[in-house]
């Protein structure tokens, strides 16, 4: 109900942004004969400094940030972690598979044969660098995949090695992702790190909807608070 302005010829200062927010706050309550009780923002830049001062002029209102724009503390755990490595083992071994088609094929292979899968073939999903929520499911459909893969190099390593190519390179290459393969470090930190992940992008993904209201934010922080 209220208004979209186009600002793409104008300054983006914080006292024309103000201005804006001034103008459909007076819309809410004199055309809309609404309350308005608080404005939700970006966190940064010159529109933060327009919050700051609408907050310094209507002390009543609640201003807070826009809680999508913390999906960045995933990016913040992603690099703090000392099991960043394994991400990165984890995206490869994907990217890996999925380029290789008989290592692909021999994958599958072994899911039919596996009675725990129940004829169906899972895929193996390559994360979106900056869609955290895809980092979750890429992780967890490879830990579920996880006893098809080690099976895989139990029965066929040569051949898969062999089948990557011939070039010292592609061979290297092979066997670096058969050892991972081989490593019950590499899958135990992998189901650390799915744990901890998981919960945030579910909150991130719950706080991003065009229908989340205040009370399922704060019910996601509580969530948090209890898993962490």
């Not at 529109?47 to 809680?67: G, M």
């Not at 692909?104 to 169906?120: A, D």
């Not at 470090?185 to 901890?196: C, Q, V, Y």
Request: hydrophobic share 45%; net charge neutral.
């Amino acid at each position: 109900v209220t208004h979209v302005h186009n600002t793409s010829g104008e300054c983006k200062t914080a006292d024309n942004l103000l201005t804006l927010i001034e103008l459909e706050k007076k819309f809410i309550e004199e055309d809309l004969s609404c309350i308005l009780i608080g404005w939700v923002s970006d966190a940064g830049g010159e529109l933060r400094a327009a919050c700051i001062r609408l907050q310094s002029r209507y002390p009543w209102l609640l201003v807070t940030d826009c809680f999508v724009h913390q999906a960045c503390i995933l990016g913040d755990y992603i690099k703090k972690n000392p099991c960043l490595f394994r991400m990165a083992e984890a995206s490869e071994l994907i990217s890996w598979f999925n380029n290789h088609s008989f290592a692909l094929h021999v994958l599958f292979s072994e899911q039919r044969s596996m009675p725990e899968f129940g004829n169906v073939i899972l895929t193996l999903i390559r994360a979106v660098i900056t869609h955290w929520l895809t980092h979750v499911t890429s992780f967890n459909q490879l830990l579920r995949v996880s006893m098809a893969m080690k099976s895989a190099v139990l029965k066929h390593k040569d051949n898969i090695i062999k089948a990557a190519g011939t070039a010292v390179s592609a061979v290297s290459k092979a066997k670096e992702m058969v050892k991972i393969i081989e490593n019950p470090a590499f899958w135990t930190d992998l189901e650390m790190i799915s744990s901890h992940l998981e919960p945030l992008s579910i909150a991130i993904n719950v706080c991003q909807g065009s229908h989340t209201r205040v009370d399922m934010v704060g019910l996601m922080f509580g969530q948090l608070y209890k898993h962490y």
